[in-house]
């Protein structure tokens, strides 16, 4: 049994995933590096796969696949062990169709540059959210990247439905459907480390990462090892400003708008006063209709094969 444990979910990627992975493994290879490889029958076996890594004595478990792939290793390392360095490190193949926890955690986008890295075992401290919608303790879910609260949770729901569509493009589709319905508003209260506010806001994104959906800069200048958690929330006026602040997500430049609100702590709570709310953390669904969220930071639970700069932000 090698150290290195590769989990590939073959379903990545519409399918392209097995085909992907084989250049990442050429340049292991190269490189020298000795791994086992473990292919996913199903949702949940990549997590049961890295929660029992820590026992079988791995040192590094690298999730390929896309962020649904990542969210449960994450999971499953995040149940095996008490401390980050009593769980094997996290690394990543960005194979997937967004990919976006590996953009926003500065994970190597170039074979060779990820096999030299986990070849010298270079590690970088992760931070790791953990969400829980209050009402269900089942719910409670670790995530990498952030939770989406709100209209990108229904445009993920409608995108998972247009099979003929890939990555931002099946996005782009799921939130023209959505604007077109203009789903109402919640009445939310917020309160953070340093503050609180009532609000009604059609999108909340809590983020640990910087981008969702493929090309949505939610938090642009988050950084995934800096102990905070960054919010934004968003007022939206009627469909043509929710077109609008559509674009700017793509630039990121949505708080510039006056109905934009952020702040960055450890520690979020999100009520709804009034409605309730569809919940996913990290594409994955954490609740169809909460009425309250839980959300907190573990700072650098996680050891990460990449460096800061490891790749374009």
Known sequence: MHRTLVILNPTAG???AQDRVEPWLAGMRLA?????????????????????ARAERREV????GGDGTANEVINGLMESGSGSEDRPALGLLPIGRGN??????????????????????????LDIGVVEDTANPASRRHFGNGIGIGFDTLVGFTAARATMLHG??????????????????????????????ELSSIQVSIMNGRRMGGSFRMAPDADPG?????????????????????????EGTQGEDPGTVT???????????????????????????????????????LRFVGLPGASDR
């Open 14 to 16: 519409k399918g392209a």
């Open 32 to 52: 020298g590096l000795h791994w086992d490889l473990a292919v996913t029958t199903g949702p949940g076996h990549a997590r049961e796969l890295a929660a029992a």
């Open 61 to 64: 478990v690298v999730a390929a």
């Open 100 to 125: 976006d926890f590996a953009h926003g955690a500065l994970a190597p986008h170039d074979p060779r540059d990820f096999a030299e890295l986990l070849g010298r075992r270079r590690f970088s401290p």
């Open 168 to 197: 931002a493009l099946a996005y782009f589709w799921g939130a023209l459907v959505r604007m077109a319905a203009f789903p109402k508003a919640p009445t939310l209260a917020l309160t953070w480390d340093s503050g609180s506010m």
């Open 226 to 250: 800096d102990g905070l958690l960054d919010l934004c929330a968003v007022r939206v006026r009627g469909r043509l400003h929710l077109f609008r602040m559509f674009l700017r997500f793509i």
């Open 263 to 301: 702040a960055r702590s450890a520690r979020f709570s999100v009520k709804a006063l009034e409605g309730g709310m569809p919940v996913h953390a990290d594409g994955e669904t954490v609740a169809t209709d909460a009425k309250e969220l839980l959300v907190e930071l573990l700072p650098g639970a």
